[in-house]
Nanobody, 124 residues
Framework: QVQLVETGGGLVQAGGSLRLSCAASGRTVGAYAKAWFRQAPGKEREFVAAISWSGSTVYYADSVKGRFTISRENGKRMVYLQMNSLKPEDTAVYYC?????????????????WGQGTQVTVSS
């Protein structure tokens, strides 16, 4: 069974930075693609960034390109999301997700395991 636990959320002023972490447990979780999604109040959950199991391929939503960086440390079973130049519209609950199949999807429905989420609030 795979478990994902996100930490690092909080309140930050616009222009500031936060680093989210996702700790994964489970025997083969190191081989899974990982992603970050977010959900703002009243909105659907949306894709933010994804990283292949090797870390060699990454995808970003257009809204965060150039500001966010996804990375992973397989030996520690950790995935990170470095968020810089934060904007009020980045306010959301951020979720870590894992996909046990091959490929690197950006669609929410393709991911098999989810964390409980961590709140990020950006004040103007």
């Amino acid at each position: 069974q795979v478990q994902l636990v996100e930490t690092g959320g909080g309140l930050v002023q616009a222009g500031g930075s936060l680093r989210l972490s996702c700790a994964a447990s489970g025997r083969t979780v190191g081989a899974y693609a990982k992603a970050w999604f977010r959900q703002a109040p009243g909105k659907e959950r949306e894709f933010v960034a994804a990283i292949s199991w090797s870390g060699s391929t990454v995808y970003y939503a257009d809204s965060v390109k150039g500001r966010f960086t996804i990375s992973r440390e397989n030996g520690k079973r950790m995935v990170y999301l470095q968020m810089n130049s934060l904007k009020p519209e980045d306010t959301a609950v951020y979720y870590c997700a894992a996909d046990r199949n091959s490929g690197l999807p950006v669609e929410l429905r393709e991911y098999d395991f989810w964390g409980q989420g961590t709140q990020v609030t950006v004040s103007s």
